[in-house]
């Protein structure tokens, strides 16, 4: 392999700057030439390609974002915007391609490598919902800045002897919500992935009131119902002081973590080896704190999974 392209794809997260990095000094630390390609695969229909230098990715594994940029491209869904893809890569001489994003971008990339063009996923989004790997590149950054709001809504719960209802980030996941309700001492954590009655719910609280607890927090993961829906349900329920509070965007910016920086740094260099090593159509992860790949078909495959042992603890930790 003589060139390789990295592109960045769906949501932004925190690291995936550090990833960028690790591709292009991985990459010319063993002579092979990188192109950062901007904008996701709009841009790579575009032709938006640009050489990268060491120097091109200098100053920016502290910075949240990505300087690639990136979109998201319902033409490249399409047979014909993946071609027009291939042909881009062909005319730039691009045999091999990092795809940094979430599972809609694997996808991309699976569609590229049986064009092809091998491609190596590298699990950059905050909501920790893909397959083949115990953490994706963003989680942990996420995490501290939910529980930095958490800590800070609770000083005001405690205060005015409020319930507070946060809503957070996810998708389809409960992920962020699990780790940073189980972080941040919340009475009740709200996930798609499992059914909570709301009986259930209000007896908790209830129970809470009469040991004479001063505020109560619960976690709302967006992919089960939005936290202005949730308040106005249990406000039908309860004669309690509910606010609510969307975290929103917050959560996927900011200056990457440690943790996060070290596996995007990790990811981003396996990535490339594999390329070299000439294994297309796989995705790397971390499992037990070790750097794994697997086949991004595969990973597309299967169904995400929450830590139910964690969620079971959160409910024993907040009787
Ligand atoms: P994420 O990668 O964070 O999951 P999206 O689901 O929006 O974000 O996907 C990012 C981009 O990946 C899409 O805008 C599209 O260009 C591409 N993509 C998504 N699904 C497919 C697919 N089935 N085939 C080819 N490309 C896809």
């Known amino acids: 392999m003589k060139r ?119 699990p950059g989004t905050i909501d920790n919902d893909i397959c083949g790997t115990d953490f994706t590149i963003g989680f942990d950054t996420a995490l501290n800045t939910v529980i930095d709001a958490i800590d800070k809504i609770r000083d005001t719960a405690s205060s005015h ?56 927090i619960i976690i709302v993961a967006e992919g089960v119902m939005s936290g202005v829906e949730f308040a106005e349900k249990l406000k039908k329920e309860i004669q309690m002081d509910v606010r609510v509070s969307v975290l929103g965007h917050i959560q996927r910016g900011g200056s990457p973590t440690v943790r996060d920086r070290v596996i995007a740094s990790r990811m981003g260099a396996r990535a490339v080896e594999l390329l070299i090593e000439g294994k297309g159509g796989r995705a790397v992860g971390i499992v037990n704190n070790e750097i794994i790949d697997r086949p991004i078909a595969e990973i597309l495959d299967q169904p995400h999974t929450i830590d139910m042992q964690m969620f079971e603890l959160s409910k024993e930790l907040s009787i």
């Open 161 to 216: 002897e409020r319930t507070f209802v946060i809503e957070v980030m996810g998708r389809n996941a409960g992920d962020i919500a699990l780790w940073s309700g189980l972080a941040g001492g919340a009475e009740t954590i709200l996930i798609p992935e499992a059914e909570e009655s709301m009986d259930e719910i209000i007896a908790r609280l209830k129970h809470g009131q009469r040991r004479g607890k001063k505020h109560s």
């Open 4 to 122: 390789m392209g990295v592109l960045t794809s769906g949501g932004d997260s925190p690291g995936m700057n550090a990833a960028i990095r690790a591709v292009v000094r991985k990459a010319i630390y063993h002579n092979i030439e990188v192109y950062g390609i901007y904008n996701g695969y709009q841009g790579l229909i575009n032709g938006n390609i640009e050489k990268m230098e060491i120097g091109s990715v200098g100053d920016i594994i502290q910075r949240g974002g990505t300087i690639l940029r990136s979109a998201r491209c319902p033409e490249f869904v399409t047979k014909e915007g993946q071609q027009k893809g291939v042909e881009q890569l062909k005319k730039f001489g691009i045999e091999g391609l990092v795809v940094i994003g979430g599972d809609g971008s694997y996808r991309g990339a699976n569609a590229l490598t049986n064009l092809g063009i091998p491609c190596i996923g590298v």
